[in-house]
């Protein structure tokens, strides 16, 4: 296997790898306010929290699937942008001691997402009709 073969084959496999983990993970977050599963904590309906908990687990799913991405994607990462300057960095500037390292890292794997696309192993490949035979 060539540098050439990691970058033209893998890196788009790779790509569609970060997007499905990505989205799985942000769909957990928002199935926890809005489902309340797997840990039962539901925050007020209608609250900030809950609103972030619906975009969380609607983004989130269209996000893994690969489905509507780059728009999942641009609101997906807008509110985890909002989500860190609302909650996060008024109590420290320091990401590790405010607890906000993941909406930071959720914001920027969305936004890269937004600008990079889905990649083959998406539904959104597969409406344009470029998926690869892999």
């Not at 599963?37 to 539901?42: I, L, M, N, S, V």
């Not at 007020?44 to 619906?54: K, P, Q, T, V």
């Not at 539904?123 to 035979?133: C, L, T």
């Amino acid at each position: 296997m060539t540098l050439q073969d990691l970058e033209t084959i893998w890196a788009p496999r790779m790509r569609s790898v970060l997007r499905i983990a990505a989205g799985l993970t942000f769909l957990c977050y928002g199935s926890e306010k809005i489902l309340g599963f797997p840990a039962g904590r539901t925050p007020e309906i209608f609250s900030m929290s809950w609103n972030a908990g619906l975009i969380e687990l609607v983004t989130g799913a269209l996000i893994a699937l690969g489905l509507f991405t780059r728009p999942a994607a641009f609101l997906a990462s807008g509110t985890m942008a909002a989500a860190y300057f609302i909650a996060h960095a008024p109590r420290s500037f320091f990401p590790s001691i405010n607890d906000g390292a993941g909406a930071i890292l959720f914001c920027f794997v969305f936004l890269y997402l937004l600008f990079a696309g889905p990649g083959p192993w998406s539904v959104d490949a597969i409406r344009r009709g470029n998926s690869r035979k892999v």
